[in-house]
């Protein structure tokens, strides 16, 4: 069992910045991966960004070159750079984790863009 508990969201001005933290309750070093997606109302939710074990990333096409995804092993944390942010990137971002025997989620955290 892990349990996710995120933390970083606010309301920040169109152009600011944000950095979410998702703090796992027990070692990543055998999780395969982590990462995040974001969730608005009437819309599926959608892959934001994501880290392997290794270390690989992938991101959506919508915050490449904004967002950064990394992780600290020796924190059990995984972090969410997001920079440029954009009125449309305003959503419940949820934290999740990918192990051999189950997937995990949090309880997500508020991001909202707007002046």
């Known amino acids: 069992q892990v349990q996710l508990v995120e933390s970083g969201g606010g309301l920040v001005q169109p152009g600011g910045s944000l950095r979410l933290s998702c703090a796992a309750s027990?070692?990543?070093?055998?999780?395969?991966?982590m990462g995040w997606y974001r969730q608005t109302p009437g819309k599926q939710r959608e892959l934001v960004a994501h880290?392997?074990?290794?270390?690989?990333?992938n991101y959506a096409d919508s915050v490449k070159g904004r967002f950064t995804i990394s992780r600290d092993n020796a924190e059990n944390t995984v972090y969410l750079q997001m920079n440029s942010l954009k009125p449309e990137d305003t959503a419940v971002y949820l934290c999740?984790?990918?192990?051999?025997?189950?997937?995990?989620w949090g309880q997500g955290t508020q991001v909202t863009v707007s002046s």
């Open positions: 999740y984790a990918v192990s051999a025997s189950s997937n995990y």
């Open positions: 027990r070692s990543i070093r055998t999780i395969y991966a």
């Open positions: 880290i392997t074990t290794i270390g690989s990333t």
